[in-house]
């Protein structure tokens, strides 16, 4: 008898704790948490961005990739494998170095920049079958500074130039970016969207502290949509659903900053694209082909930026 | 299924004993069954929690507090379903049944383990786990157990007993590695959630199979002549026997240890980005831990049980550290090469403890008279259990903490990027975590007071006592004559 109330009460604990488990706040609860969160990463975020506005010396390495399906059909909606003829997704992954050095009112700047090998019909070519492993043409690179008043810009054959800061856009879009790091990360802070937040988390790891925040955007026809002012998504951080039929697509953000002594020392972003797509498969019972709609990756793009200060025993100078 | 064979009790014992009962089909049928149970045992362990949280989009804290709960319920299971398997009586044996009315929810349970479900709700997710999860703890031990009894009882011949049991364990260990073959071969070809499909629809359909063509060959010869423990007279023992509590406790710390091969999945997907290099980081190092293994017997005469454990161990943690300080920038191959190397000592770690274990049993022989076999080694099969349970536990904790992002499942194969910091997170779950953590596995060792010439004292003194019998019972024998 002992044995059974054992085995009883041993199973309702167990059906209680699944419950427990699988309960999930409320919408509301959730977003009001997540404005709160919000509000304290962007606080922490302009606390920290404030102190290197006040830095004379430090340096930077960014490291850029981004990569597309260039096969991907828009207009028509379709992955490259349900076209006719079927084809394999071609990817193009260029990637770009970036390094700045900064020294009371000068600074330098140096740009690699890998663009991937083309064949006719500017296809990328690869190393592999499987078409995992891009080929690069030659490196790319290109110098400019501004030491003591006179602005230069080396390209990749050595030639130096001056007086070209009136035609040589110091503000330029990626890949040419001079990110005095006002620019993609002031940016992309100010781009932070309450209304477009999942997730944010901050975390202490010894005397770093490191934040992360998701953001999911839904493309609709003429406009980038915060999900929770979209009529085409529904649901809420793991049950986020999108109406893909109706939709462009979806887009995915995840920003991530880490701190040490309030210095900002590490950042990275990361974007991705997920098109709406239509997929014909044949439904057996219905002898017919059903269209399903679905959301794919078509690009995706990252950026990690290093930041060093100077300290006594690593100077930082111009190389 | 042939029924039980009986024997007469007017045959010889001599002649029974020597008798051979089991033919070669014998032992390839049973090993192949023990070849089925040890292959979803490696499915499950190395690849349910990567297709909880990295396909089916389960936070990692959720299923580490599931693998917890489920895991300590799983070692309770055990000696209730030995209660039960004692009080059966059927003509065909008391472990048989089980197998034969088991072996097919088990393989359709390893099926439902690892279905990409979709369409459901995050709740629905999270109880769809629970249920599919305890129900393979049931069946498994519904299946196990019996599977782990059936060669004691197979044979009366003592030398085909133990030929069955190795030969099986040997080959078992091997399958616990096919998941992990079969891993590396469709990652190649498949996305991740329709090779873990795949892998459970394999050897789910297998598995039956197997478990069936084992039973019908192996018969139950001979009744089973020892009462299991009961749990309760376990925990008795541990806290009279202080030697052999240090050991528990040391034992049941080493799941730290375990962590490194946990990790070696999400090192290869997230790190490398290439999951069908897993099997050059885990494959190496089963091998160079085997080769320790084989050492162990040698090593046994010229040290102490406990100095080899402590030894491994400090090495076993050097080598890790030094994986870590290399960094994981560094090409893949140079990683996996470190690590096989940092597994060698892994091998003597995991084979010491029982000759420690075998000590203890020794002590209390010489302390008390009593020799307890099977509370012992049923304390350690349970340990066992529970430190499978935390090694999930602490790593979907210390992944959450990491801040391993999750899929949404309404993006078509949606792998969110992994942010440095979880990279750099997981690398330290492969290294230098488990690398730290291990070392407090010597913290109750350093109670255990059973080596060197104390050990030889209590084996001279039993070794006496057990010839003073011998010689008893002879003189006995002549009496009667």
């Given amino acids: ?319 | 299924m042939e029924n039980v064979e009986s024997l007469s009790t007017s045959v010889n014992p001599e002649s029974v004993a020597n008798k051979k009962y089991l033919k070669s089909r014998d032992y390839v049928t049973f090993t192949m069954a023990k070849f089925a149970l040890s292959a979803v045992t490696g499915l499950t362990q190395g690849y349910l929690l990567i297709f909880y949280t990295a396909v089916l989009g389960i936070s990692p804290v959720t299923v580490g507090l599931m693998f917890l709960i489920a895991k300590i319920f799983d070692g309770l299971n055990d000696p209730l379903m030995g209660v039960f398997i004692d009080k059966t009586r059927t003509r065909f044996g008391k472990m048989r049944p089980y197998l034969f009315f088991g072996s097919i929810p088990f393989g359709i349970i390893t099926i439902l383990l690892f279905l990409p479900i979709n369409g459901l709700t995050a709740a629905g997710k999270i109880i769809y786990m629970y249920i599919t999860y305890f129900s393979y703890g049931l069946i498994g031990t519904i299946v196990g157990v019996p599977m782990d009894g059936l060669p004691a009882v197979a044979s009366p011949n003592n030398d085909e007993r133990i030929k069955i049991i190795s030969i099986s364990r040997v080959v078992g260990s091997i399958a616990e590695e096919s998941a992990l073959v079969l891993y590396s071969v469709l990652i190649i070809f498949l996305e991740m959630k329709f090779v873990y499909m795949t892998m459970g629809i394999v050897i789910g359909v297998l598995a039956p199979i197997f478990i069936l063509m084992g039973i019908f060959n192996v018969k139950e010869r001979i009744p089973p002549t020892k009462v299991p423990p009961k749990i309760t007279d376990g925990f008795k023992y541990l806290v009279k026997n202080k030697q052999f509590l240090s050991l528990i406790l040391s034992l049941l710390l080493s799941f730290f240890r375990n962590l490194v091969s946990a990790a070696s999945i999400y090192v290869v997907t997230y790190i490398y980005c290439n999951g069908s290099l897993n099997i050059f980081f885990a494959l190496p190092g089963a091998v160079t831990s085997l080769i320790s293994m084989l050492l162990a017997p040698k090593l046994r005469k010229k040290f102490d049980p406990k100095q080899i454990y402590i030894v491994c161990t400090i090495m076993h943690s050097l080598a890790l550290i030094l994986v870590f300080f290399v960094g994981m920038s560094v090409p893949w191959y140079i990683t996996a090469l470190l690590m096989a190397i940092a597994m060698f000592p892994v091998g003597l770690i995991n084979v010491v403890p029982h000759f420690m274990a075998i000590d203890t049993l020794d002590y209390w022989e010489d302390k008390t008279g009593k020799r307890n076999e099977g509370i012992t080694f049923a304390i350690i099969s349970l340990r066992g259990k529970v430190s499978s349970a935390f090694k999930d536990f602490v790593l979907a904790s210390l992944l959450a903490f990491f801040l391993f992002s999750t899929p949404l499942l309404s993006i078509t194969s949606h792998a969110p990027p992994q942010l440095t910091f979880t990279q750099k997170g997981i690398f330290m779950i492969f290294t230098i975590i488990p690398a730290l953590l291990n070392l407090v596995t010597i913290i109750p060792l350093l109670f255990f007071k059973l080596s060197g010439r104390r050990m030889v004292d209590i084996r001279a003194r039993l070794a006496k006592k057990r010839q003073e019998e011998q010689d008893h019972l002879l003189t006995v024998e002549e009496k009667q004559v």
Avoid at chain 1, 17 to 46: H, I, M, P, R
Avoid at chain 1, 66 to 75: L, Q, R, S, V, Y
Avoid at chain 1, 97 to 105: A, N
Avoid at chain 1, 233 to 247: M, N, P, R, V
């Fill in chain 1, 1 to 319: 008898m002992n044995r059974k109330i054992v085995v009883a009460f041993t199973l309702i604990m167990l059906i209680l704790l699944v419950f427990l488990n699988a309960c999930t706040v409320s919408q509301e609860k959730y977003e009001s948490k997540l404005d709160t969160q919000g509000g304290k990463y962007t606080d922490n975020y302009n606390k920290i961005i404030s102190t290197l506005d006040n830095e004379e010396v430090y340096s930077y390495t960014l490291e850029a990739s981004e990569a597309t399906i260039i096969n991907f059909d828009k207009k028509n909606q379709l992955m490259p494998s349900e076209m006719e003829p079927k084809e394999d997704s071609l990817w193009d992954r260029p990637y770009y170095q970036y390094e700045y050095t900064k020294i009371g009112k000068d600074y330098k700047a140096k740009i690699k920049y890998f663009e991937t090998k083309k064949a006719e019909g500017g296809k990328p070519e690869y190393s592999d079958s499987q078409k995992k492993n891009s080929l690069y043409q030659d490196e790319k690179n290109i110098e400019y500074s501004y030491i003591a008043g006179i602005f230069t810009v080396k390209n990749s054959d050595g030639v130096i130039y001056t007086g070209l800061e009136s035609e040589f856009n110091i503000e330029i879009e990626p890949p040419f970016s001079n990110i005095g790091y006002g620019d993609i990360l002031r940016r992309l802070c100010n781009d932070i969207n309450r209304s477009a937040t999942t997730s944010i988390t901050m975390r202490k790891w010894f005397s770093e502290t490191v934040a992360v925040l998701v953001e999911y955007y839904v493309l609709e026809e003429e406009l980038v949509n915060p999900y929770r002012n979209s009529a085409f998504a529904t649901g809420y951080s793991e049950d986020l659903q999108f109406k893909w039929e109706s939709i462009k697509g979806t887009m995915y953000q995840t920003y991530s900053y880490t701190s040490k002594k309030n210095k900002l020392t590490f950042f990275e972003f990361h974007k991705e694209l997920y098109s709406s797509n239509k997929k014909e498969s044949f439904v057996v019972w219905s002898n017919q082909n059903e269209t399903k709609w679905q959301g794919n990756l078509t690009s995706k793009s990252s950026y990690t930026v290093n930041i060093k200060y100077p300290t006594s025993k690593s100077p930082i100078v111009f190389d």
